[in-house]
């Protein structure tokens, strides 16, 4: 650690725990959650890195965690940040092979926050980055791509068309053009009608506009003729079950984010019954847990191919350095089309 400083800038954690509310990832104030600290580098225990960061992005995942609402507690004090990219300078017995390394890395529980000049994280957590692949693209290189590419890999199990809400999203716009370059037919959900003929270029088969008058005849009509079975939901709405009611015999809600804080109500209790329709979950953490080493790999390999050869790309929004955080992250997330990226 000869060149490494005592002391570094972080952006920390306000509370513990859980807040027992359920508000949604939009930040109005970000001084609510976060302060910035002066706080010791921390020292990587066996088997874990220290990472000098490059570029860490901000995804709803953070934003649900700072606000309490997310699958795993907050911990007071500590850097906020579960995502991002720069070179590891130091390591604990067992991780030496990835000092010198850049490497894209998600924080563990037992490690530190990524929103800090430098995190601590399990070896495991990190993948060494391909000199093409760029500083961005492996900040943004774990959360939403390996979810893409799960879950159309379960979409395509179940027919060849699916439908995608928030399809604006990184992780909706990922997925368009993977189930294009599969041969699928992607059906992209969309609030703002100007983002229509974008999701078609990347791939989408059709797009539907959430705030369409015709919105559910279209839906119904599509869903009768392109017979998608799977629902990748990010919003988790009520517009989410009317569109999972209008699906054909056999359809799967699966919902992986709440973006919108209030739930649906269920209409349909028969479909359960009688058409085989089911409502499930998807969190890569769990995926992780139970998908072979083996199999994780080859999706990480691709994953940076895509990046790679620019079949996929890492929109950005914004760039933030770490001081302007608690000041400016809530009107940074105001802008729309792309990711938050925080520099140290
Ligand atoms: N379960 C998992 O393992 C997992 C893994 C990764 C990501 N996720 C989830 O995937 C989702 C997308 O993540 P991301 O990083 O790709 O997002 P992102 O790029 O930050 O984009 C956010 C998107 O949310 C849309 N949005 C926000 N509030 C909405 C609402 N009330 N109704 C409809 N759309 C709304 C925005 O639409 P506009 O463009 O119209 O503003 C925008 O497209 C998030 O919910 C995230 O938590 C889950």
Redesign the pocket.
Known sequence: MADVPARMTAVLLKEGGYSGKNE??AISDASLYLEEAEIDVPTPGPGQVLIKLRVASV???DC?FIKGEYGQPRQKGKPAGFEGCGDVVAAGKGAEALVGQRVAFVASPDGSGAWAEYAVTNAIMCIPLRPDVSDVDGAAQI??PM?AMAMVDIAQQDGESFII????????KLMTGLGRDLGLKPIAM???EE?VESLKALGAEEVLV?TDPEFEAKTAAISRALKPRVFLD??S?QISETVFVNMPNGARWIS?????PIPPKLTQMGQFIFMNKRIEG????S?MGSTPPADQMRVVQEVQARFADGRWKTDVSAKLPLRHIVSGLADALKK????VMITP
């Open positions: 949604g990832p995804n709803p995942s649900h959360v939403n979810t809400s928030a399809a604006t999203s990184q992780l909706g969309v609030r703002r983002a959430t990010a919003v709405d992986y984010g709440k973006l919108n998807f969190w890569l953490t995926w729309p089309d792309g990711k």
